[in-house]
């Protein structure tokens, strides 16, 4: 689909619920949403997963220092849905993808509920990123520009578990501006900032944590004063890391299809 950003790739799976947007990670693809589109869920809801501008099989972005940025993928979501005919939707972030879901709240009307996972709803600068991640190496690639294949591969890595071939596929082809910018604009204060969006919007929030994440504080999540909280908690996995989607299926799923229904069903 050729938006103003870049050519994306889309996948709209049809299914007979509510509309769900999946949004992927730094480095990664829709394809890692693979063990959502290959069970019931993709019947239960009507699931679709865009590549970014920059990743999997989307085209670079055709104007790298404006659509590189956290609200440069959010415009390019909401053009989708909007292209797609879709005026009602959930949807879910993972990672980056989580702070562009937050990101749409304040431009898509129509958005039923966000779901984040390894997303912490951070003020915007670089102390919004030290008390939401972890200060340590593998973060520090997050922004990096040009990778070597052994980068690609940790990241990939430690990104979801257990490891699978396409990821460390996904994360050599991402442009590498596509980290270098982010990553930039998001520390200069580019990006609104996510912890008020959370501690003041009443778009149904969903949280879904792993437990083991590497990437973030988990801790951190506990010290934000949220407006709509789903469920009344913030949920964290034992023993999952960054990915809970691939690493926990059989108990994301049906958290991810209740969420859709509750959420769609209020906001009628």
């Known amino acids: 689909m050729k938006t103003v950003s870049a050519e994306i790739s889309?996948?709209?799976?049809?299914?007979?619920?509510?509309?769900?947007?999946?949004?992927?990670?730094?480095?990664?693809?829709k394809t890692i949403f693979?063990?959502?589109?290959?069970?019931?869920?993709?019947?239960?809801?009507?699931?679709?997963?865009?590549?970014?501008?920059?990743?999997?099989?989307?085209s670079d972005a055709f104007d790298p220092a404006k659509e590189y940025t956290i609200g440069g993928y959010a415009a390019a979501a909401v053009?989708?849905?909007?292209?797609l005919?879709?005026?009602?939707?959930?949807?879910?972030?993972?990672?980056?993808?989580?702070?562009?879901?937050?990101?749409?709240?304040?431009?898509?009307?129509?958005?039923?509920?966000?779901?984040?996972?390894?997303?912490?709803?951070?003020?915007?600068?670089p102390e919004g990123f030290g008390m939401g991640f972890k200060q340590t190496p593998l973060m520090g690639l997050t922004g990096g520009r040009d990778w070597t294949d052994a980068d690609a591969d940790t990241f990939a890595r430690a990104s979801a578990r257990p490891y699978a071939s396409f990821m460390g596929d996904d994360a050599r082809r991402t442009d590498g501006r596509a980290r270098e910018i982010m990553v930039a604009d998001a520390l200069s204060g580019g990006v609104a900032d996510q912890r008020r969006i959370a501690e003041t919007s009443s778009v149904p929030l969903a949280i879904v944590n792993g437990a083991d994440d590497p990437f973030v504080n988990v801790g951190y999540f506990a010290t934000v004063a949220y407006?709509?909280?789903?469920?009344?908690?913030?949920?964290?996995?034992?023993?999952?890391?960054?990915?809970?989607?691939?690493e926990a299926p059989e108990t994301?799923?049906?958290?991810?299809?209740?969420f859709a229904?509750?959420?769609?069903?209020v906001a009628r």
């Open 227 to 246: 407006a709509n909280l789903w469920d009344g908690q913030v949920f964290n996995l034992a023993g999952v890391g960054h990915a809970p989607f691939w």
């Open 85 to 125: 005919g879709i005026a009602r939707a959930a949807v879910f972030g993972w990672s980056l993808g989580g702070h562009v879901a937050l990101d749409m709240i304040g431009r898509f009307p129509g958005l039923t509920g966000v779901m984040i996972s390894g997303t912490p709803p951070i003020p915007a600068g």
């Open 261 to 265: 229904r509750e959420t769609a069903a």
């Open 79 to 83: 053009e989708v849905l909007e292209a």
């Open 10 to 29: 889309v996948e709209d799976f049809g299914g007979a619920g509510p509309p769900v947007l999946l949004v992927h990670g730094n480095s990664a693809s």
């Open 252 to 258: 994301f799923n049906p958290l991810l299809e209740r």
């Open 34 to 58: 693979a063990r959502q589109f290959e069970s019931p869920l993709a019947q239960a809801l009507r699931l679709i997963a865009i590549d970014l501008p920059g990743h999997g099989k989307s």
